[in-house]
């Protein structure tokens, strides 16, 4: 890319992460998206083989652009138990956690990761900016809080054989670490945190450096996973993998409550399918709480769907209905041809009380064929568990190769 | 402390300002048990009396009585606890340097020069801003509307509302009350009359004790707002000042078996499971309650008293954004004998004085209060209590005046000096109409709106416990989440002038606060 430090920044209306030469140095097709103000790509090579190596083998994904936080002072604790609706007593240092947090509506605004660093420090990682959020959360906690989305550099790295690489990269004892727990390891120009986390519902970890760290670590992992068809990937691959562990996106799942303006439009946590999130009694006040309360006691409007759709055609933005031909009740928000699943599934929400695990919804599914479209009538099973949860995600020591 | 400490109230009132001795004294006379626990060390707030110079005493806060809700006073039967009137049906004088005053009262305009026309529309003008009042009133005496989750009452009230403007007024006076109701009284009386003099006196009443100037905003909605409340916009004084009021419902309560400490200053509230349970006081005493009910304004009971992680965080946005900037300062002068007014007899100071010889000249006074300046030329509502209530010198007299404007955050701060140098301009300004005023005075001092926060813990010296304009009124009042009184925690309450339906000593606040609670599980 062109120098666009200082007031040359201008000159394009995208910003490089510090990945990016690395990036483009491996992308033969030059198809890249705006992602909160960076440009990112979506492919760099094939998606089938880039989703394959998140399953097969090692992807690795940049994810810089993630908006990232820093969250510091004696209050930190009580600050993180009043913004999130889990109980943050229980989240120790060197743990993470996944949570959503809400309006006073009980509306959520994002979901995100959680990273107890210190006694007193948290770290925040949220798919949307959360600055104005943080804000307003301060107001009377002595905390300090910082944006430091452009300061950290990210990569995640996720796949079966991903434990091995980085213990051939050096980090030792990497193979002890918990699914949700993290570590800082010693890195040429100062530490960096590795994360056993991430958004595949696999074996992953997330790497997070200081900028002037990025292409070091980029090339330790990359030479450490020569003979295991290490990978760097894009956003489109990824996509399939979240799909096929039923994890919900912003924009797509949910319209974050701060910025939606139509009333009924945004979600609560249960409707969701996050209310084990939710510790309505963990005895302090937390955003939403009396909101959520209500909704527990009388009921949610939606309910969040895993689905199983019949036959080959993907149900995207399909209406859900009772019946075929019956009552109109829900719609889909994700779908995908899960590739290691080898199912054809879609993310959704139906109307109370329809939805229940086990049963049938129908989705009329549109879809173009040269250029006329068709339509057809597909059975759509609630899914309990999402299509892909192997055992390695969470499995401890993750298997040698 | 060890006496009642940890002895369980149904209800803890903290303050004893009026509100919240209104507020116990309905409680109490329901059966609840009530401790009041007040501060400072005697109780009323900003409505007391308080001794200034050798024995002289004076109502250092408000120093009218013109909005005190009947319904409060009749409950409460303040005068068998002692409340008399020293003074009542108080006409208003609108001073002019050269002595042409304008005499106001209930038989109408004179003097000034004033025009036949003029003279007779004030009177059309004021019995249509009276029917509006009338209209409204029935306003302060329920809690706002609860316009997401309306219930019976609620639709109740939203058609009475409907009724009265519609039916009540008639579709002329109805159309004219929706035009005007929105507008700025500069330009309404701009509309109404010529007289300078008469149209200075109105623009002054319509933004006394708040942050506006006759062209803001709003400004017609606070002139009827002094309307609403009390006895058809009569003005009284009590006698032995406004701590007479409160002495009297501080006995009412006291009747009805609600304790009141004074000395005894909050420190924080107890909150148990996302439940207010109690108050802990400053020298580490506790006491426990089912409710708690705050007199103190929003933003410190929210901010200070209770703490911000104790409520979820749009809410404290809110509370944070409550805009509470007060203006108003007040001067009080000890005074050897009467000075001589130019052209006003001893008998006509028992009038209420008004320096405010244009609506221009009030917007101009404001104009420097914008950008945290005390107004050059300020406006001033004078009382010479002392004239009608011999109980408050044993000799001389003592002179009150509400001054306009004197922002809370002055540029450079309320230093000494600034102090003197504003309090000499008010006496300046004084002596414009009262030449040989300074022969008469043995003390003087100037109370800005710094003081009334140390004193009165009013936030901003903010007289309404925050500002009364469309935005901050009925269901917005303090906050969408909390109009009702309960505030959005368990067991905690405001009853002050920070909600509905506002400041002035009206007592309506507390009176709504406890019918809000009593009635609380019955619908
Ligand atoms: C200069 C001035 C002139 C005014 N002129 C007039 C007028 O002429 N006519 C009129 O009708 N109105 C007038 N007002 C307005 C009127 O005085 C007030 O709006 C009214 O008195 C407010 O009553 P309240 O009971 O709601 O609150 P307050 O009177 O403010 O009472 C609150 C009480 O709570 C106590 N408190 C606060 N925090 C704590 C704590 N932590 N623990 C224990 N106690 C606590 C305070 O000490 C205080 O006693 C004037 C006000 C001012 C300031």
């Known amino acids: ?401 | 402390m060890t006496d009642m400490s940890n002895t369980t109230y149904d209800s803890i009132i903290i303050g004893g300002g009026h509100n919240g001795l209104v507020c116990a004294a309905y409680l109490a006379k329901a059966g609840k048990r009530v401790l009041v626990l007040e501060a400072r060390g005697e109780i009323g707030g900003a409505a007391n009396t308080m001794t200034f110079c050798d024995g002289r005493k004076v109502s250092p806060c408000a120093h009218y009585l013109n909005q005190l809700n009947s319904t409060v006073r009749r409950d409460l039967n303040l005068t068998s606890h002692g409340l008399k009137m020293a003074g009542s049906d108080i006409s208003t004088i609108a001073l002019n340097p050269e002595g042409d005053h304008l005499f106001l009262n209930d038989q109408g305009a004179s003097g000034a020069g004033i025009s036949a026309n003029d003279a007779a529309n004030y009177g059309r003008f004021m019995k249509l801003m009276q029917q509006y009042s009338t209209m409204l009133g029935f306003l302060v005496d329920l809690p706002p509307i609860d316009i997401f989750n309306p219930d019976w009452d609620d639709k109740v009230a939203a058609l009475k509302l409907g009724w009265n403007v519609r039916f009540g007024l008639g579709a002329e006076k109805m159309s004219e009350f929706l035009r005007m109701v929105g507008m700025n009284i500069y330009d309404v009386l701009d509309d109404e009359f010529d007289n300078p003099t008469l149209k200075g006196a109105l623009a002054f009443d319509a933004v006394l004790g708040t942050h506006t100037g006759p062209r803001s905003p709003g400004s017609v909605l606070t002139f009827l707002y002094r309307m609403v409340a009390g006895t058809d916009g009569a003005v009284e004084l009590p006698e032995g000042g406004m701590g007479a009021v409160t002495s009297a419902m501080a006995k009412a309560a006291a009747g009805f078996g609600a304790t009141i400490k004074t000395g005894a200053r909050v420190a924080s509230v107890i909150v148990e499971n996302c439940v207010a349970t109690g108050v802990v006081l400053d020298n580490g005493a506790t006491y426990s309650a089912t409710h708690i009910i705050s007199n103190a304004d929003p933003k410190t009971t929210v901010m200070d008293i209770v703490g911000p992680r104790h409520f979820e965080a749009d809410f404290v946005k809110r509370v944070d954004n409550i805009r509470m900037r007060g203006n108003a300062a007040k001067l009080h002068i000890a005074l050897k004998s009467l000075p001589r007014f130019t052209n006003l007899s001893a008998e006509q100071l028992r009038s209420r004085l008004l320096i405010a010889p244009t609506h221009d000249d009030v917007e101009r006074a404001f104009n420097h209060a914008k950008y945290g300046e005390a107004s050059a030329n300020p406006m001033m509502e004078i009382s010479i209590p002392s004239i009608d209530d011999e109980t408050l010198c044993d000799e001389g007299h003592v002179l009150s005046a509400i001054v306009q404007y004197a922002p809370y955050t002055l540029k450079g701060g309320w230093t000494e000096a600034a102090k003197d140098n504003f309090r000499d301009a008010c006496i300046d300004r004084i002596a414009r109409y009262a030449p040989d005023i300074r022969d008469h005075i043995e003390a003087a001092e100037l109370v800005t709106p710094a003081d009334l926060e140390q004193r009165y813990g009013m936030r901003g010296g903010n007289w309404h416990h925050g500002e009364l304009t469309l935005d901050q009124m009925l269901m917005l009042r303090p906050a969408p989440e909390a109009s009702r009184y309960a505030l959005p925690l368990d067991g905690l309450y405001l009853c002050g002038a920070g909600a509905h339906p506002g400041g002035g000593v009206m007592g309506a606040a507390g009176k709504n606060a406890a019918k809000t609670i009593l009635s609380e599980g019955r619908s």
């Open chain 1, 1 to 401: 890319m062109r120098d666009l430090s200082g007031q040359n920044h201008y000159l394009s209306a995208v910003r490089a992460t510090p990945f990016y030469e690395k990036q483009k140095a491996v992308d033969l097709v030059n198809t890249w998206h705006r992602w909160q103000g960076y440009t990112v790509p979506d492919v760099l090579d094939n998606v089938t083989v880039e989703y394959f190596a998140i399953r097969n083998s090692a992807s690795v994904f940049d994810i810089t652009p993630m908006s990232k936080y820093r969250i510091k002072g004696p209050d930190a604790l009580a600050f993180m138990n009043r913004l999130l609706p889990r109980d943050m007593t229980k989240l120790r240092v060197g743990r993470v956690g996944y949570t959503v947090w809400c309006d006073d509506e009980g509306m959520v605004i994002d979901d995100g990761t959680v990273f107890r660093v210190a006694e007193d420090e948290y770290w925040l990682c949220a798919q949307e900016r959360q600055l104005e959020v943080l804000k307003r959360n301060a107001i009377g906690f002595q905390i300090e809080y910082a944006e430091i989305t452009d300061e950290v550099a990210a990569l995640s790295f996720q796949g079966p054989v991903t434990c091995k690489i980085l213990k051939n990269a050096g980090f030792a004892g990497i193979e002890t670490m918990k699914m949700f727990d993290l570590r800082f390891f010693d890195f040429p120009d100062g530490e960096i945190m590795i994360s056993r986390s991430g958004y595949t519902g696999d074996l992953g970890y997330e790497v997070w450096v200081q900028n002037d760290q990025a292409e070091a670590i980029w090339d330790t992992l990359f030479e450490a996973g020569k003979h295991y068809d290490i990978r760097a990937i894009g956003g489109d691959a990824l996509e399939i993998a979240r799909v096929e562990a039923g994890l919900i996106a912003a924009h797509v799942e949910f319209s974050p409550a701060n910025e939606t303006v139509r009333p009924g439009h945004a979600k609560s946590p249960y409707e969701l399918g996050l209310g084990w999130l939710v510790k309505l009694d963990k005895g302090v006040v937390f955003n939403g709480r009396r909101a959520l309360m209500k909704e527990k006691k009388n009921g949610s409007r939606h309910r969040f769907v895993k689905l199983d759709v019949e036959g080959n055609k993907t149900a995207c933005n399909a209406y859900l209905f009772d019946k075929k031909h019956g009552k109109q009740i829900g719609h889909v928000s994700s779908t995908a041809w899960a590739p290691t699943a080898k199912k054809n599934i879609a993310l959704g929400f139906v109307d109370m009380p329809h939805g229940e695990i086990g049963t049938e919804v129908w989705a009329e599914i549109y879809y173009m064929k040269e250029l006329k479209w068709n339509t057809r009538w597909a059975k759509c099973t609630v899914m309990k568990d999402a299509a892909w949860n192997p055992p390695r995600k969470t499995l401890t020591p993750p298997a040698d190769f």
